[in-house]
């Protein structure tokens, strides 16, 4: 099992930025891969950014060029740097985590953190 807790959320000016960070309960050196996504209301859940146990990071359109995902394996922590925050960037983040254990596959979310872009 893995715990995944979210933190870093909070309201912010249209512009501003913000680092979201997501801390696991066991060592993330080994996950194959580790995400962020969002679900603003009454939308469904969708892709942000993430990041394999390699470093190689993939991104939505929406946030390209204005967010950046990284991990401090040393800490079991992943980050989603937000820069020039819309009001569209509205919505829960959660943290996922891809983990293969033996043959079998698994994935953990956390809790999420509410991120609020207004003015």
């Known amino acids: 099992q893995v715990q995944l807790v979210e933190s870093g959320g909070g309201l912010v000016q249209p512009g501003g930025s913000l680092r979201l960070s997501c801390a696991a309960s066991?060592?993330?050196?080994?996950?194959?891969?580790m995400g962020w996504y969002c679900q603003a209301p009454g939308k469904q859940r969708e892709f942000v950014a993430s990041i394999t146990s390699g470093g190689s990071t993939n991104y939505a359109d929406s946030v390209k060029g204005r967010a950046t995902i990284s991990r401090d394996n040393a800490k079991n922590t992943v980050y989603l740097q937000m820069n020039s925050l819309k009001p569209e960037d509205t919505a829960v983040y959660y943290c996922k985590a891809d983990v293969v254990w033996g043959s079998s596959g698994f994935e953990f979310w956390g809790q999420g953190t509410q991120v609020t872009v207004s003015s």
């Open positions: 066991r060592t993330i050196s080994s996950f194959n891969n």
